[in-house]
């Protein structure tokens, strides 16, 4: 039997970003990405370095421990990484949907799965100039052919300067059918290091700032609401 790799299982908590925000999650978190975003805030999940920290766990396991975490009343699960398109999470959603869980997965759009259209919610999210990833745009609409029918699918998007902004707006354009979030970087995300409240604010006036005076109103602005109530701790 396939093993998945995960790097951590937590929760309850409030997802935090985007679409979702503020509804009580259980976050499976996969190991392993094809990206390597400059200021990703996960790397513990993405470099190689923390291989021995993730677990290869089967569907079963990972499985008991959600249902542990959740007490056996059924709500969301996000599916989050590292990239977990670039494994098999479809067996663990037939289980628990099975039992009435709703699930919902973070990818950025680089890897499609058939998995994708048992979701409930897909959320990609293609990364900006600042990320020093470059979006492979056919493969972002194979994930959003993969999705089908099936789930909700919204766009969210990280933005750290006028570069990224703009490059939103050409997204923007690009997939007016998604519905999309704007979220400001955080520009710290070692977890050994406190945030600055003021710049995760001032960041986000500067974002609001910007679409209200284009006149840009399809977007909705949100902050990563788990960085303000618990700064750069994993787990939360
Ligand atoms: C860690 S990623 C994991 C899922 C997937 N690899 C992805 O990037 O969509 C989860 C979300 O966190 C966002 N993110 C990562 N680092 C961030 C940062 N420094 N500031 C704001 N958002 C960040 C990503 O853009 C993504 O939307
Ligand atoms: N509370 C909470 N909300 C989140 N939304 C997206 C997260 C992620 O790292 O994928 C995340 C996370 O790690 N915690
Ligand atoms: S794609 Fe997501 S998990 Fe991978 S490096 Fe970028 S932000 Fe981190
Ligand atoms: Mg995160």
Redesign the pocket.
Known sequence: MTRLRIAEI??P??????ALIGEP?I?V?SGGCDYRCNWC??LQAVDPAFRRDWAAMSTGTVWDRVRELSGGRPLTV?L??GNPAIQDFGPLIAQGRAEGYRFTC?TQGSVAKPWFSDLDTLVLSPKPPSSGETVDWGKFTDCLDAAQEGPKVVMKIVIFDETDYNWARAVADRYPMLPLYLQPGNPVVDPDLPIDPQTLSDRLLWLVGKVTADGWFTPRVLP???VL??GNK???
């Open positions: 937590f929760g908590t409030i997802q935090g970003e985007g999650t976050f978190r805030d996960s996000s989050s990484g973070e990563q609401l788990h109530l618990w994993r787990g939360v």
